[in-house]
């Protein structure tokens, strides 16, 4: 890891703890977004433009280049992996979308499934996943 970067934290017990804040919040979703950014980045060709090239768009990515996000998760093993399945079921529905469309049954059940991941997670941490 570079030294000019800086690594973000993020707690998961931050809810529990009480130190849920504006700067917490704000680090939480840019964190989350810079993974979806990173997950993205080697995305194969889809018809028209590559599900990476809309998966950017989507997430109003402008660079070209991403390293891999500079963050560390911490929390309890049940948060971590409930942090991490709802990550998964993010990046999945989104494929699943920008490949077969919105009105999609695949697209409604992906959709189904990231409800309920997003559910876990916020039942297990009490902090409001930040991508709805």
């Not at 800086?6 to 964190?31: C, H, P, R």
């Not at 889809?46 to 599900?51: L, M, N, R, S, Y």
């Not at 699943?96 to 039942?123: C, I, M």
């Amino acid at each position: 890891m570079s030294s000019d970067i800086q690594q973000t934290i993020i707690n998961l017990n931050a809810n529990k703890q009480g130190i849920i804040n504006e700067s917490f919040i704000q680090a939480f979703g840019d964190t989350v977004k810079s993974f979806l950014k990173y997950m993205f980045k080697d995305a194969p060709p889809a018809v028209g433009p590559t599900v990476s090239q809309r998966a950017r768009a989507a997430l109003r990515e402008e660079e070209i280049g991403l390293d891999a996000p500079r963050a560390r998760i911490v929390g309890t093993p049940t948060q971590i992996s409930a942090f991490g399945n709802a990550l998964s079921k993010e990046k999945k529905y989104m494929e699943t979308f920008l490949k077969h469309g919105l009105n999609d049954p695949r697209s409604f059940a992906s959709h189904a499934e990231l409800n309920k991941a997003v559910a876990n997670f916020e039942k297990e941490t009490g902090i409001k996943w930040p991508l709805k």
